[in-house]
T-cell receptor, first 111, second 114 residues
């Protein structure tokens, strides 16, 4: 039983394409997040949603658009992909004391 | 603004030796503190956390950490390293308010030699 799952695990695409990453959690948590891990393994928050409402929107290009159809799902859509978007994207969820549970990550490679 | 500093981007120990990974934070209010471990090509797994109460916190896999407010530190230790401990370790801080982001340090790569 995977607590936080992401699809796909790997995503290889050309510059200029549009792609989506899906995230689902079965923990019953109210809050979900997207983090980006760069090539130096630095992790930074991108977005968070609480009960389908956007609460954190860091300085991220507006090519990135999160969507939360329900509180168990948080998807990330990226338009006009650029080389610099290559990274590992992690979804996470939390409920109490801000303890966050992370998904396995999606490695995005833009060629 | 909160920030986290992990001293030493790479720590090498021998199997059976003490593991000490350093983490200092800056925060205007007492934060929540976390240590996560990341094995190659995997997600992050929580090792331990400090929220309130006892300042010495025990986690999984024999790790523990001590919150020292006067030193703004939350160093991670393990008495005896195991080969399986080789991984990337991240210290993180957050505000108490639910749903706030984790602010991560840059990580420390732990290598364990036999």
């Amino acid at each position: 039983d995977t607590a936080v799952s992401q699809t796909p695990k790997y995503l290889v695409t050309q510059m200029g394409n549009d792609k989506s990453i899906k995230c689902e959690q079965n923990l019953g948590h109210d809050t979900m997040y997207w983090y980006k891990q760069d090539s130096k393994k630095f992790l930074k928050i991108m977005f968070s949603y609480n009960n389908k409402e956007l609460i954190i929107n860091e300085t991220v290009p507006n090519r990135f658009s999160p969507k939360s159809p329900d509180k168990a799902h948080l998807n990330l859509h990226i338009n006009s992909l650029e080389l610099g978007d290559s990274a590992v994207y992690f979804c996470a969820s939390s409920q109490v004391q801000n303890e966050q549970f992370f998904g396995p990550g999606t490695r995005l490679t833009v060629l | 603004a909160q920030s986290v500093t992990q001293l030493g981007s790479h720590v090498s120990v021998s199997e059976g030796a003490l593991v000490l990974l350093r983490c200092n934070y800056s925060s205007s209010v007492p934060p929540y503190l976390f240590w996560y471990v990341q094995y190659p090509n995997q997600g992050l797994q929580l090792l331990l956390k400090y929220t309130t109460g006892a300042t010495l916190v025990k986690g999984i896999n024999g790790f523990e950490a001590e919150f020292k407010k006067s030193e703004t530190s939350f160093h991670l230790t393990k008495p005896s390293a195991h080969m399986s401990d080789a991984a990337e370790y991240f210290c993180a801080v957050s505000e108490e308010q639910a749903g706030t982001a984790l602010i991560f340090g840059k990580g420390t790569t732990l290598s364990v030699s036999s």
